[in-house]
């Protein structure tokens, strides 16, 4: 049936013109939304789990939006298994801060990235499977690069496959290495391991004016 209007004459004319269809989305109303779940999540309002991280802290969630917001969480509470049932779970790997930060951004989907924090939400990321918090901390690692921190960003990279973070770390090695040379102690070279030392000295695009350099550097490197 065709939707009619009356005018103020009280003729009457078609709407055939307009959409038949109209989807209405109240965004001020899902942003109130999103607030009140935080809001519940905070003042541990009909919370029906507790997750406890790995130094012994215990923060309560609801098991519906942690399942919704996180493909780790879902897929253990489907799996039928005792974590299905449980209202506690013990999370491991992760420990408070982080994980208090985490579980916040499942529910508000907003987290604030620094260079303090941004290496630990990476790991809890991989290890929660939260791609897209994942892709964000990589973007956020590869635009924080220098001298001082790209050997250390290098091995993290390859560790947790960052692709971004690892491509920035590797321009910086190949533009900067005689300055990063001057700079680094000991410590930061035992971080490398043997593929990404190969990876660096085998890179058409290193930038040296003495290869010895290069010779004494991964001289030192088998020494500490």
Known sequence: MALVNVSPSGSTYSMAGAPDIYTFLDAQQQ???????????RNRAYTDIIIQTQD???IPCHKIILSASCPYFHRMFCSGMKESFSDYIVLKGIKSSVAEVII??????????????????TEASVQLELTHLEDACDEFMAHHLDPSNCLGLLMF??????????KSAMTCVNKKLMD??????DHEYKILNEAAITDIIVSDDLLVEDEEQVFHWVVRWIAV
């Open 56 to 58: 012994g802290i215990e």
């Open 157 to 166: 990279a390859r560790t947790y496959s960052q692709p971004k973070t690892l």
């Open 104 to 121: 916040e951004y499942l529910y508000s989907f907003r987290i604030e990235l620094t260079v303090e924090n941004v290496q630990d939400i």
């Open 180 to 185: 990063i040379l001057k700079q680094a102690e």
């Open 31 to 41: 942003t109130r939304c999103v607030q009140k779940l935080l809001d519940h999540h």
